[in-house]
Nanobody
Framework: QVQLVESGGGLVQAGGSLRLSCTAS????????MGWFRQAEGNEREFVAA??????STYYTDSVKGRFTCSRDNAGMYLTMNTLKPEDTAVYYC?????????????????????WGHGTQVTVSS
C-alpha cells in the first residue's frame, strides 16, 4: 500500500508563505497524479491543487490561483503557498491517485480512488 506523509505546516502571519511537502513510501506513486485537499474546522473537505504524473500540468481551485504552486520531483510533491490569507487556515492533505495519471483524475473523484496522507496543519493569523 502507498503511504503518504505531509510536512511543512505551521503558523504564519497573513501575507506570508509556507511550503508543504509530501513524501510517499512507494516509488510507484511517482507514476500517478497527485494533489492536495484541505479541510478547515467546521467546513467540508475541499480540493486545492492537482498535478499530473510528470509535473507538466497543474490545476488549482479558484481561491488559490496565482498564490499557490504545486510541483513535484523524484523526492516528493510540494505546495508552495504565497500571500497566505486567514481563510487558508486548514489541515492540508496530500493525495495520490490509485490509477490515474492526469491532474483531471484528482480534481473530482470519489475519495476511495485516492491514497490519503494524515494531514498537516496550516494556520494563518490576521
Amino acid at each position: 500500500q502507498v503511504q503518504l506523509v505531509e510536512s511543512g505546516g505551521g503558523l504564519v502571519q497573513a501575507g506570508g508563505s509556507l511550503r508543504l511537502s509530501c513524501t510517499a513510501s512507494g516509488r510507484a506513486s511517482l507514476n500517478y497524479a497527485m494533489g492536495w485537499f484541505r479541510q478547515a474546522e467546521g467546513n467540508e473537505r475541499e480540493f486545492v491543487a492537482a498535478i499530473n504524473w510528470s509535473g507538466h500540468s497543474t490545476y488549482y481551485t479558484d481561491s488559490v490561483k496565482g498564490r499557490f504552486t504545486c510541483s513535484r520531483d523524484n523526492a516528493g510533491m510540494y505546495l508552495t503557498m504565497n500571500t497566505l490569507k486567514p481563510e487558508d487556515t486548514a489541515v492540508y492533505y496530500c493525495v495520490s491517485h490509485r490509477t490515474g495519471t492526469s491532474f483531471t483524475d484528482i480534481v473530482q473523484t470519489p475519495p476511495s480512488n485516492l491514497n490519503w496522507g494524515h494531514g498537516t496543519q496550516v494556520t494563518v493569523s490576521s
